[in-house]
């Protein structure tokens, strides 16, 4: 499973306002963090706002507060936002489908056996999100920082 | 999403669990716990776990947690040496909570108890094995600093 740089981007700002829960945050603060443009870091944010991740604040400077469980939301709810997770199992079936048609039955056995490989990777991957909530994250942070 | 909520006994329970080595008689209360998370009732599994992990055997570890008389939590390890080609290292493979007491440290406490027991025993490394899809002690085991070991299980159907 490899993740889009907004699906990064969205766990660095769902980190952020994990972090700091009862803050309002800037979009241009995070951008800035993250090297980002604040137009492409406000659709992401309002990806996060519509699932209730977080809300956008009103009032002078604006911004947005985190409005989820840090205990309970996962790096895998943020992902699902963002990914087609089952994209790597279809891909195969297209790669071998196609192979089938174009190259015939020897290619598209190797191709499916190579699909079988790369889900067993994508399954690992998936658990690893799912089983990995922003609180363990930011605990994960913490400890990194020393 | 992980969706637990904490129950109101939970909530309620201000005293704090003790965390002592399983006894004879709390089998049955270890078996109902297991089975209410399992949906398996495994006496006679449990029953051999006591034999070979009660009593405060060397090396093994069956550990309850006691709440004036109610278990509501047990957990099961050992120190294996050389075991998949590692150094000395704890393992922990049965760790469960009653449902209605989860969400109040009970785990946590067990598992640091466990750790303890390890760490005197000169081990520096815990270990488990999970099912992938077990989120629910998976999230767990990552609340409390685990990460993925270097080790991939393998299996093959022996048909």
């Given at each position: 499973m490899k993740l889009q740089k907004n699906t990064l981007l969205a766990l660095c700002s769902a980190l952020e306002f994990a972090a700091r829960p009862g803050t309002q945050l800037s979009a241009a603060e995070i951008a800035d963090k993250y090297r980002m443009s604040p137009h492409h870091l406000a659709k992401v944010l309002r990806t996060l706002g519509r699932a209730g991740l977080v809300r956008a604040a009103r009032g002078a400077?604006?911004?947005?507060?985190?409005?989820?469980?840090?205990?309970r939301v996962t790096l895998m709810d943020v992902i699902e936002l963002f990914e087609d997770i089952s994209a790597p199992k279809s891909a195969a079936r297209r790669a071998g489908r196609r192979a089938k048609a174009e190259a015939g039955a020897a290619a598209?056995?190797?191709?499916?056996?190579?699909?079988?490989?790369?889900?067993?990777?994508?399954?690992?991957a998936k658990a690893t999100f799912r089983s990995i909530t922003l609180e363990t994250m930011l605990k994960l942070v913490a400890r990194r920082r020393g | 999403m992980i969706s637990l909520k904490k129950p109101a006994a939970a909530r309620?329970?201000?005293?704090?669990?003790?965390?002592?080595?399983?006894?004879?008689?709390?089998?049955e209360q270890v078996v109902d716990i297991d089975a209410g998370i399992t949906g398996l009732r495994k006496a006679a599994y449990w029953g051999e776990i006591l034999r070979r992990y009660g009593g405060g055997r060397q090396q093994r570890f069956f550990l309850v947690a006691d709440r004036g008389g109610r278990i509501e939590g047990y957990v099961v390890g050992d120190v294996r040496d050389w075991e998949f080609g590692s150094p000395p290292c704890g393992w922990v493979f049965g760790i469960g909570v009653r449902p209605?007491?989860?969400?109040?440290?009970?785990?946590?406490?067990?598992?640091?108890?466990?750790?303890?027991?390890?760490?005197?025993?000169?081990?520096?490394?815990?270990?488990?094995?999970?099912?992938?899809?077990?989120?629910?002690?998976?999230?767990?085991?990552?609340?409390?600093g685990m990460m993925a070991a270097p080790f991939i299980p393998l299996e093959k159907d022996l048909g």
């Open positions: 400077g604006g911004g947005y507060r985190f409005a989820g469980n840090p205990r598209f056995e190797v191709e499916d056996a190579l699909g079988v490989v790369l889900s067993e990777i994508d399954e690992i | 309620a329970a201000a005293v704090a669990a003790r965390i002592r080595g399983v006894q004879a008689a709390d089998l209605d007491a989860r969400i109040g440290g009970i785990a946590t406490q067990l598992l640091d108890a466990i750790c303890d027991g390890f760490r005197r025993l000169g081990v520096d490394k815990v270990r488990t094995l999970l099912a992938r899809d077990n989120q629910l002690v998976l999230s767990f085991f990552r609340s409390q």
